[in-house]
């Protein structure tokens, strides 16, 4: 099982969303950026490390907000999810073809990978932080 960690960030009122390039194996699709952690890192510094190398920007990472495990057709990911504030940076695309920020209402009308819905079904239930 591979381990993956996915930040909510939020900020004024809205959730930064992802979307998958072309060429990825669920390209389209949309997500809550994050990726895999490093062997030794913590899920905090692994979210850190990953939202700057795919979006450019500075966060911190708060509370824990829920866990998702999905079987894909070659593998079985492990998705923990951060509450995350944004602090600094300018947001750069690095690994996806664009982002959004995204109301909690409005989040059920973006194709989302499959591990990533239940925390949008979570998210419209949770105000956290709102």
């Not at 809205?14 to 994050?34: H, Q, V």
């Not at 450019?56 to 923990?80: A, C, H, M, W």
């Not at 073809?97 to 989040?107: G, P, S």
């Amino acid at each position: 099982m591979i381990e993956v960690i996915a930040a909510v960030i939020q900020d004024k009122g809205t959730i930064l969303i992802a979307r998958r390039p072309i060429g990825d194996k669920l390209a389209g699709k949309w997500e809550f950026p994050g990726g895999k952690v490093e062997v030794g890192e913590t899920p905090e510094e692994c979210l850190r490390r990953e939202i700057k190398e795919e979006v450019n920007i500075e966060i911190s990472v708060s509370d824990f907000f829920g866990e998702s495990i999905y079987e894909y057709p070659n593998r079985t990911i492990q998705l923990k999810a951060y509450w995350c504030t944004w602090l600094s940076g300018e947001i750069e695309l690095n690994s996806h073809d664009t982002i959004e920020w995204v109301d909690i209402a409005c989040l059920s009308d973006y194709d989302f990978a499959p591990a990533d819905l239940p925390f949008v079904d979570k998210l419209r239930g949770d105000s956290h932080g709102f």
